[in-house]
């Protein structure tokens, strides 16, 4: 069983910067493709963010140059840099973690962007 813990969400003026973190509880980390979803009220959860083992990343257009998704194998850790934070960012943002069809959430953490 995987299990994912989210941390680093909070209360963010526009521009500012957030790092999340997501520790997996999980054999073999390296092989899982990690994400990061955000999901904000209203609306459908997109994937934010990918990265696989051997480091192939993704973003969503919108994030693209703003955020930096990084991993580090050897703490079974994923992160999220997100910078220049805008109120279009507001969400409860998702860890992932994904596997030959199985996938894995964490209870998300909340990012709010407002002055």
């Known amino acids: 069983q995987v299990q994912l813990v989210e941390s680093g969400g909070g209360l963010v003026q526009p521009g500012g910067s957030l790092r999340l973190s997501c520790v997996a509880t999980?054999?073999?980390?390296?092989?899982?493709?990690m994400g990061w979803y955000r999901q904000a009220p209203g609306k459908q959860r997109e994937l934010v963010a990918s990265?696989?083992?051997?480091?192939?990343?993704n973003y969503v257009d919108s994030v693209k140059g703003r955020f930096t998704i990084s991993r580090d194998n050897a703490k079974n850790t994923v992160y999220l840099q997100m910078n220049s934070l805008k109120p279009e960012d507001t969400a409860v943002y998702y860890c992932?973690?994904?596997?030959?069809?199985?996938?894995?959430w964490g209870q998300g953490t909340q990012v709010t962007v407002s002055s």
């Open positions: 992932n973690a994904a596997l030959t069809g199985r996938a894995y």
């Open positions: 999980v054999n073999f980390f390296s092989i899982y493709v």
């Open positions: 990265m696989t083992g051997g480091g192939t990343i």
